[in-house]
């Protein structure tokens, strides 16, 4: 039987974005997935949306305290030996978890994988990360402070122990968390990138959500 993969997916007024986002989840031909969705205070439709998929998710509701600290809770209550993180606006490309998952099992010596990643908006694609951004030249094994490329964080899947080591996401952070969580990271485990694109990040939503 394959490991479990726990799908993270904090959301804070996103829900416009969430239904796409908790389907691409779903739809992924990994069968052995769990995909926890966690509102983080939001005031408009979040709850509805994530009720309507309650058959399918695991549903947790915290009072708004940031995005690291929704993470935070549900990688405390994930059964998963791989943790896949998803923001509530981008959405997992199919194939995407298998693919990862299948990197890291046949590599070992790998503990992070992220990949490329489509960048769209209202418009339609805008290209990929890679070309807006310097690329990892060693793709099998990099250290994330020895480049300029900071992975959507969508694209991100890890083994459960790298957090057990490295510890959870900085909760007085606000901007940038994902990056020094990865930096941090970089000091204990190997990281390796997919070169294909795997999520469809949205540049829009994301960039309202971190301003």
Known sequence: MSALVSIIIPCYNQGQFLAEAIQSAIEQDYEQKEIIVVNDGSTDNTKEVAESFI???????QENKGVSSARNVAIEIANGEYVAFLDSDDVLLPGSITKKI????????????CSDSIFFNESGSLGLRS???????????????????????????????????????EESIQNAEDWLMWVRMSRYFNMAFIDEPLIKYNCIAGILREA
């Open 55 to 61: 058959h399918s998710i695991t549903y947790i509701e």
């Open 102 to 113: 299948a990197h890291l099992e046949s590599h070992p010596d790998i503990s992070l994988v």
């Open 131 to 169: 070309q807006l951004l310097n690329r990892p030249k060693n793709i099998d094994n990099f250290r994330w402070e020895t480049v300029d490329y900071n992975a959507t964080l969508s694209s991100v899947t890890l083994r459960r122990f790298c957090l057990e080591k490295a510890g959870l996401f």
